[in-house]
């Protein structure tokens, strides 16, 4: 796979007519990392994961994909190339798991939009990497939360694109399958993927990811390693005194929720 | 639904309107008798010049009832299709073509045209009869309907986006405004005994008296619905899931939904503008379909095009065949037995198919 790059330049979103989300970011995703960025609910994690998908207008600055801005690409080349697993769906689609991963392949379809073996092919494949290919006929209304957000990701999978921005991709899932789903997404990273994605789980990010994105107030506060990102100083200055950080045996950040002294 | 069962149906649906369509073809509503199927092709050999003519007027029945059956099919295929797009782009089982205001825009069209025929205002028209005058109505429907859309979607575009919730509201509101100043001008009128009846006719929709002209604007609309599906079948399986959604996907999303709402208001506008309002068509033939088909519109949208002609056939025949010369407006009929033959159905399926 080619190497390829994402980056953020002066990049500042805001919502029509309202105040700033964002205001003067610059990110730099490369293959083979997985980034995770971190904050506060509102913070605007998924406004930058949307805005770096090319999906949302930048008011100011731009996003490059290896030095391209992704606003001036059709949205066919942008979609073969970045793939966006959303939190939830607006409304759910009324149709089965497989057929559902198949739209992963709607950019790399010819004229007529008529899937072939090859595609069929990529989906079944998406389905058994996500670990739901024994549900690839039911209906997706059908499945619990988790087992629909790996059908999201099978489906991102299917597009086969370079970039993979997923937005909370473990938020609904029980702790072995949010293990199973980092661990295929640290492992799509580092065969050359760009992979970034939103959480609140601290240790999660502090385990898997190569860089940790701080975002705080409309400003990315710090972007580095998980050492380096979620210092004691930094989880204080963002997310409160009453988190304890220390490190693991390999050095990494671990975050211990502090009951309030004297509650009981 | 496996591409062969999707065959089967395809040509099941086709084979029924045809044969509802000769059906019909041999039905007589003007002297009561039927043609037998020789005259049947007889008649239609000598159309297009490669028969002598049936005797008498026989030739002209026979021609009257074809302009009647292509135009029902048309409009029940626009109509069909047209429901089946909006509730697709609107993620609402409850949309149908008539929100796009053309319903309204086509009834106030015809009513401003028949109050001019009647001599309101500038009587420089035709007497309130004729061919000149038919054309002249479903001319004016026709311009009502597409100057209503233009207006709803205008509106609804405001500050360059279509929004496909705004369009909804957008709708229903011109809707209302345009029934109201229709029920002010059906009060008015209503010492005028001819104009009321020739105003409450249109409302209901009629399929009596059709003409060649009302059979090739079905047929327009019908073909350009046609033409749209394939560009727009697989986007609107992706809609399903947000517009969003289908953006990341790398669907055209504008385009989607600029193609299927013109495509939709022009053939709407031709359905309601050659055979008044033929209420529910649009509602209920997908929803039918969604449950035998299942809900992808690469399935849906084609199947909608031969099942709408088939209902619209099919209760045409039944009304032919039933009151015979005793005439009753087709959308009153598409009312008291498509309605609740579609309330059995949803009793039986338990749950609507989702769009």
């Known amino acids: ?264 | 639904m496996s591409r062969r069962a999707f065959l089967i149906a395809c040509v099941g649906t086709t084979l029924a309107c045809l044969v509802l369509g000769v059906l019909q073809l041999q039905c007589s509503e003007v002297a009561g008798f039927a043609f037998s199927l020789e005259q049947v092709g007889r008649g239609l050999q000598a159309l297009v010049g490669h028969a002598d003519p049936l005797p008498g007027t026989d030739q002209a029945v026979l021609e009257l009832r074809l302009w009647r059956t292509l135009t029902a099919a048309g409009v029940g295929a626009c109509l069909g299709v047209g429901g089946a797009m909006l509730q697709g782009l609107f993620r609402n089982g409850l949309a149908e073509p008539a929100l796009l205001g053309v319903s309204g825009g086509a009834n106030l069209g015809a009513a401003l045209a028949l109050m001019a025929l009647y001599g309101y205002g500038n009587s420089v028209l035709a007497a309130p009869a004729g061919v000149s005058a038919t054309v002249l109505v479903t001319g004016a429907a026709f311009a009502g309907a597409l100057l209503t859309s233009a207006l709803v979607l205008l509106i609804a575009r405001g500050d360059g986006q279509l929004d496909v919730v705004r369009l909804l509201l957008v709708g229903v509101a011109m809707n209302t405004v345009i029934l109201g100043v229709l029920v002010a001008l059906h009060s008015l009128l209503l010492p005028d005994p001819e104009l009321s009846r020739a105003l409450r006719t249109w409302t209901f929709g009629s399929l009596d008296g059709r003409l060649p002209v009302h059979a090739a604007m079905v047929g327009a609309g019908a073909l350009v619905l046609s033409v749209a599906i394939p560009f727009v079948a697989t986007e609107l399986d992706l809609f399903a899931g947000g517009e969003d959604d289908a953006r990341a996907l790398g669907v055209r999303t504008g385009v989607t939904k600029l193609l299927v709402v013109l495509a939709t208001a022009f053939a709407t506008a031709c359905a309601f503008a050659a055979a008044g309002q033929v209420a529910f068509v649009g509602l209920v033939v997908p929803h039918v379909l969604r449950l035998l088909t299942g809900p992808s519109h690469r399935t849906l949208l084609p199947m909608s095009l031969v099942g709408g002609a088939v209902m619209v056939l099919g209760l045409d025949l039944l009304q032919l065949a039933v009151l015979g010369r005793r005439p009753l407006h087709t959308g009153v009929l598409m009312s008291v037995i498509g309605g609740p033959f579609f309330l059995v159905l949803l009793a039986r399926a338990g749950r609507v198919g989702a769009w």
């Open chain 1, 1 to 264: 796979m080619v190497s390829v790059r994402l980056r953020a330049e002066r990049l500042a979103l805001r919502y029509r007519g309202g105040p700033s989300v964002l205001e003067d970011l610059d990110l730099d995703l490369s293959a083979g990392e997985l980034v995770a960025v971190v904050g506060l609910n509102g913070a605007g994690k998924s406004t930058l994961l949307r805005a770096l998908a090319g999906l949302l207008p930048a008011a100011d600055g731009r996003v490059l994909l290896d030095g391209t801005a992704v606003h001036t690409l059709s949205a066919q080349a942008r979609a073969q190339r970045i793939a966006f697993v959303p939190q939830a769906l607006a409304s759910l689609p009324p149709t089965t798991v497989e057929r559902f991963v198949l739209g992963g392949r709607y950019a790399h379809l010819g004229f007529l939009r008529l899937p072939g073996p090859h595609d069929h092919a990529t989906a079944r494949a998406a389905l058994a990497q996500t670990d739901v290919t024994r549900h690839a006929e039911r209906p997706l209304a059908e499945l619990s939360g988790g087992e629909r957000q790996r059908v999201l990701v099978a489906r991102a999978l299917a597009q086969q694109a370079a970039v993979l921005l997923c937005d909370e991709p473990v938020a609904a899932f029980d702790l072995p399958h949010q293990l199973e789903l980092l661990d295929l997404l640290a492992e799509l990273a580092r065969s050359g993927h760009v992979v970034a994605l939103s959480t609140h789980d601290l240790n999660l990010a502090s385990q898997y990811a190569d860089r940790i994105a701080v975002l705080h107030e409309g400003r990315l506060l710090v972007a580095d390693t998980p050492a380096r990102a979620l210092s004691p100083e930094t989880v204080a200055h963002v997310w409160g005194r009453r988190l304890r950080v220390d490190r693991d045996d390999q050095g990494r950040p671990r975050i211990t929720p502090a009951r309030q002294p004297g509650a009981s």
